[in-house]
């Protein structure tokens, strides 16, 4: 069975300081890994992914992660927060096989403090 | 590109009732997946449809059932609604033969159980 852990479900940070956001996985297969980040009364937006290429994923807004297989983790970053980052954020894994859908965390709640 | 669409974004049923949620998928899409994200959770996995065929089905009741159309648009019919049914709901979307299986959400109906 396939899973992911967010650890901390508030996250608070200045505006222009480093963003770090965990999630731990679960699988016992290799995994396709996922961030998704959630606006207010809106549906998710995908972050990024790793899909077993690069280790570390470049996505939009300045946000990357890193798949460390040894640690089970693939914790997101961004070097400097902006006052539009506050969001909701979402860890996720999925197979390649089957139905493929998407196994969520929890979620962390990122404030940015001006 | 029109992206995936959702209606209606608000609805209140009272316990007992019956419920149908519509989703279009974004052009190209032949793959429909539906999520049900509770208030302050990570969204979980109900069931998905390729090519008008149920294609997995996660840990929901048979009276959460769904269709998918020949033009790949869906509905989400929840009956004998409960109070803990009330949620957002999120339909995604992802493209035929797309190996990473990145899915594509649109904006959710928040549903009301009273």
């Known amino acids: 069975a396939q899973s992911v852990t967010q650890l901390g479900s508030h996250v608070s940070v200045s505006e222009g300081a480093l963003v770090l956001l965990r999630c731990n996985y679960s699988s016992s297969v290799p995994p396709y890994l996922f961030w998704y980040v959630q606006y207010p009364n809106q549906g998710l937006q995908l972050l990024l992914k790793?899909?077993?290429?690069?280790?570390l994923v470049k996505g939009i807004n300045g946000f990357e992660a890193e798949f460390k297989k040894s640690e089970t983790s693939f914790h997101l970053t961004k070097p400097s927060a902006h006052m539009s980052d506050a969001a909701e954020y979402f860890c996720a894994v999925t197979l390649k096989t089957g139905a493929n859908n998407l196994f969520f965390g929890t979620g962390t709640r990122l404030t940015v403090i001006p | 590109e029109t992206g995936v669409t959702q209606s209606p974004t608000h609805l209140i049923k009272t316990r007992g009732q019956q419920v149908t949620l519509r989703c279009s998928s974004q052009?190209?899409?032949?793959?429909v997946s539906w999520y049900q994200q509770a208030l302050g959770q990570g969204p979980q996995f109900i069931f998905q449809y390729y090519r008008e065929e149920e294609n997995g089905r996660g840990n929901f009741p048979p009276r959460f059932s769904g269709l998918q159309f020949p033009n790949y648009s869906s509905e989400l019919n929840v009956n004998a609604l409960e109070l803990d049914d009330s949620a957002l709901y999120l339909c995604?979307?992802?493209?035929?033969?797309?190996?990473?299986?990145?899915?594509?959400f649109g904006p959710g109906t928040r549903l009301t159980v009273l």
């Open positions: 790793y899909t077993s290429a690069a280790t």
């Open positions: 995604a979307s992802s493209p035929t033969g797309l190996a990473v299986n990145e899915q594509f």
């Open positions: 052009s190209g899409h032949n793959t």
